[in-house]
């Protein structure tokens, strides 16, 4: 009986660690360079073993992007509780952004909306974060920096078509990402802007 409890033991230890062990190959390479062989080499086990705690590697990619979009809104949570006002925020959020950008490779990102398992949790928190981000607008509007006649749900319908063109068109291997904010998001944000917000925003761009 001790003997199958070590086993069990053993495999959750392992469980706890692939998925970072997978993130770190995802997040360098791309998904689709990534083979389970991979994970288990970088993790010195068979490809048996990933295999019989995953049963494909969209189950392995799931966890890890639950995980790293986790992360992620944790180092912003904790990256914004400082922030006194809108604009405060958005810096931020591009500050994180660009470094999150340059950390990894792009393939990871476009990539993973391939897998439908993956995909579906990722609509469903673009829509919560969708949702939340009208609350921030009025907040910007209550402290002047955004306009109070534009029809914002329009707004965030832009923003998203945005991202998805710069992704899909990978924008990103012709221009670099802060070019790709300057001239494509803060320029569109621009039109959102009160006179103080637009301050705000060229005063955040050439600081």
Known sequence: ???????????????????????????????????M??????????????YELYDKKEDLLFEVVVKHFKQRMDRMEQAVSHCTNVMEILL??????????????????????????????L???NNLMR???YGFIQRGVEEGYFRADLNYQMAVLQFDAMGEYIMQKELYRQYSIEDIFR????????????????????????Q
């Open 92 to 121: 931020e959020v591009y500050h994180m952004k660009v470094s999150d950008f340059k950390k990894n490779n792009p393939l990871f990102f476009t990539e993973m909306v391939k897998y439908p398992q993956v995909k579906k949790f």
């Open 183 to 206: 001239n494509l998001v803060f320029v569109s944000l621009r039109g959102l802007c009160t006179d103080k917000g637009i301050k705000a925003i060229d005063e955040m761009l050439f």
């Open 123 to 125: 609509d469903e928190q």
């Open 37 to 50: 062989d991979d994970v288990a080499q970088a993790m010195s086990i068979s490809k048996r073993t990933i």
């Open 1 to 35: 009986m001790q003997e199958i409890k070590d086993i069990s033991d053993y495999k959750l230890n392992l469980k706890a660690r692939i998925p970072d062990v997978a993130m770190q190959l995802f997040t360098e390479r791309g998904i689709s360079a990534v083979r």
């Open 131 to 133: 949702d939340s981000s």
